[in-house]
């Protein structure tokens, strides 16, 4: 077939309910499951992992190209909101991504990110999240790395002493109000955390079996609920699904809770969402960690991003020179200048010296994955020493941290 008979045959549009059958067979098709897969996730058959997708497509926005009526390629835009070092934004989480391999390499997901992005910019969701299927494949559409997964092994011997805290630790439904109130209180301070609704609460135990969703939940001395952790144990192992807290106290609650099970347990398995160095606070330290890249993040709007970033203190006027591979709306001159207020005014106007970097980068450096020095050093942004200085004192030094699927 000649490109130009295949060209004149496509068309790009939303796929609404009516295609309802065909974005399932494509997203099937894409999604090659393995029995030990489905097992793992507590599905019976694709059928079932599929279908728990409707959820979430059935609240976002999807964009498809079709070919003789017949859906070939598709995106979905899942609505979010994060928390950005303390300020909410809105997030595009990106999903539902794919292309029958017949139909690729003719830049139809090109075209479906670049309208993916334009309708997150036109709904104000200036920031984007993803799982990545394939790192290399988003960095050159403009995401990067923000968060990582650390999954750890621990031996019984090696757990912590006890600690003496003042409270004491519950277990609980994974559904208790408890659980929902501390960890709103933990994404509200914590750096990338998704805000959960009901609806994402759904999602997060939707592809876990029933019989692992236990709740621990860590009580201070007044009875308020300061820490949680979801666990299962089998096979003399200590799974961790998730540990959040609101301070060391509540760390420290549940680790005593995990360490009294010495007894039960040889091991204990789990994950932590950001990059912490769980060893050094061990008193034997010689544990398996291992880290590896989780979501990737991209700056839908640049200026509009830059504009309600809560930066750390102010700086003297500079600008960046960003490059965006898909979004044309990103790539030029924002000047950064602080009022007296300490407000952040953006403009288009090179005024300071410039940063000169890609939106991977920037988005890199915005979400703290790694510091200006660094992304200066590997020669991923360019700029002079005083304004590099600049940079490392404004932007807030915090990890990201990012728990959830889509």
């Not at 309708?119 to 920031?127: A, L, S």
């Not at 757990?159 to 109000?177: C, F, H, I, S």
């Not at 932590?272 to 700056?299: G, V």
């Not at 490059?323 to 300071?352: H, K, M, R, S, Y």
Request: charged share 25%; proline share 4%.
């Amino acid at each position: 077939m000649a490109e130009q008979d295949f060209r004149e045959n496509l068309v790009l549009k939303p796929v609404s309910e009516e295609h309802v059958a065909q974005f399932n067979e494509l997203l099937s098709y894409v999604f090659q499951f393995t029995e030990s897969d489905l097992e793992e996730s507590g599905f019976s058959n694709k059928r079932e992992l599929i279908k728990s997708k409707q959820p979430i497509l059935e609240l976002s926005e999807v964009f498809g190209w079709f070919y003789q009526d017949k859906l070939i390629s598709q995106i979905a835009i899942y609505p979010c909101e994060v928390n950005i070092h303390g300020t909410l934004y809105q997030m595009g989480g990106v999903t539902g991504v794919g292309t029958y391999p017949e139909y690729a390499n003719h830049g139809l997901m090109q075209d479906l990110i670049r309208v993916a992005l334009g309708n997150m910019r036109k709904e104000k969701q200036w920031i984007s999240y993803l799982y990545p299927y394939s790192i290399p494949y988003y960095r050159r559409k403009g995401w990067e790395i923000m968060s990582d997964k650390l999954s750890f092994k621990i031996k019984d011997v090696q757990l912590p002493k006890a600690v003496e805290v003042p409270g004491m630790v519950e277990r609980k439904e994974v559904y208790d109000p408890d659980v929902f109130t501390v960890y709103a209180r933990f994404a509200r301070q914590n750096h990338g955390a998704l805000i959960r609704s009901e609806f994402h609460w759904e999602e997060y135990w939707r592809f876990e079996n029933e019989e692992e969703r236990t709740a621990a939940v860590y009580y201070g001395a007044n009875q308020e609920p300061l820490g949680v952790l979801f666990y299962w144990i089998a096979e003399d192992v200590f799974h961790i699904k998730e540990m959040f807290y609101l301070n060391l106290e509540a760390r420290n609650g549940l680790w005593n809770f995990i360490s009294a099970h010495f007894s039960m347990v040889d091991w204990v398995l789990g994950d932590i969402y950001k990059n912490e160095p769980l060893a050094f606070l061990l008193d034997d330290s010689q544990i398996k960690e291992t880290i590896e890249p989780y979501f990737m993040a991209r700056i839908v709007d640049v200026k509009e991003f830059l504009q309600v970033y809560p930066f750390e203190s102010t700086g003297k006027p500079f600008h960046f020179v960003v490059t965006d591979p898909v979004a044309d709306w990103n790539t030029g001159i924002f000047g950064l200048i602080w009022d007296e207020n300490d407000q952040v005014t953006v403009t288009d106007e090179a005024i300071g010296k410039p940063v000169v970097l890609d939106i991977q980068t920037l988005t890199c450096l915005m979400m703290n994955y790694r510091r200006a020095s660094y992304l200066s050093r590997i020669e991923r942004l360019s700029t002079d020493k005083e304004t590099l200085h600049t940079l490392e004192r404004i932007l807030p030094d915090t990890e990201a941290y990012f728990s959830d699927y889509f």
